[in-house]
């Protein structure tokens, strides 16, 4: 697995055992992803769906659809659980990459750099990261 999974991946699971669930629904993490059944993620008959998240001060929804990418030996790249039919953490980490990978395009037809750091605990919960540099330890 890529490096960057293994810090998702904590994430997640940081989340699930600490039972943070969202600020204002009180919703657990897998149940941000639609459509649902019994308040957990279902199969998609279409291979879309939609994932609630915070970007820039707001709730939105985020369309993703059930591709996952592979690496040259057809192995998936984003975080999963030891469970290969449960696909909750990929999808909310694909939702991530496509929220977190926003350009902003300027009036010439030209983009700017990536909006800044994310915070994954922000994006799927709406508490708010508290950054505190490792020189002050």
Same mark, same amino acid.
């Given at each position: 697995?890529?490096?960057y999974?293994? #810090?998702?991946?904590?994430?997640?699971?940081?989340?699930?055992? *600490?039972?943070?669930r969202?600020?204002?629904?009180?919703?657990?993490?897998?149940q *941000?992803?639609?459509?649902?059944?019994?308040n957990m993620?279902?199969?998609?008959?279409?291979g879309?769906?939609w994932?609630?998240? /915070?970007f820039?001060?707001?709730?939105?929804? !985020?369309? !993703?659809?059930? /591709?996952i990418p592979?690496?040259f030996?057809s192995?998936g790249?984003l975080? /999963?659980t030891?469970?290969?039919?449960?696909? #909750?953490?990929?999808l909310?980490m694909?939702?991530?990459?496509?929220?977190?990978?926003?350009?902003?395009?300027?009036?010439?037809?030209?983009?700017?750099q990536?909006?800044?750091?994310?915070? !994954?605990?922000?994006?799927?919960?709406?508490?708010?990261?508290?950054?505190?540099? !490792?020189?002050?330890?």
């Amino acid at each position: 697995m890529p490096a960057y999974t293994k #810090w998702v991946t904590s994430q997640f699971q940081l989340a699930k055992d *600490r039972y943070i669930r969202d600020v204002d629904s009180n919703e657990q993490i897998w149940q *941000r992803i639609y459509p649902q059944e019994n308040n957990m993620p279902m199969v998609s008959p279409s291979g879309k769906y939609w994932v609630k998240m /915070r970007f820039m001060g707001k709730e939105r929804l !985020i369309e !993703i659809d059930d /591709r996952i990418p592979c690496d040259f030996r057809s192995m998936g790249l984003l975080p /999963r659980t030891s469970n290969l039919m449960e696909l #909750w953490p990929q999808l909310l980490m694909k939702a991530l990459l496509k929220v977190y990978s926003y350009k902003w395009y300027q009036a010439d037809g030209h983009f700017d750099q990536e909006i800044g750091d994310g915070s !994954i605990i922000h994006s799927l919960t709406g508490l708010i990261p508290e950054h505190i540099p !490792i020189k002050d330890f």
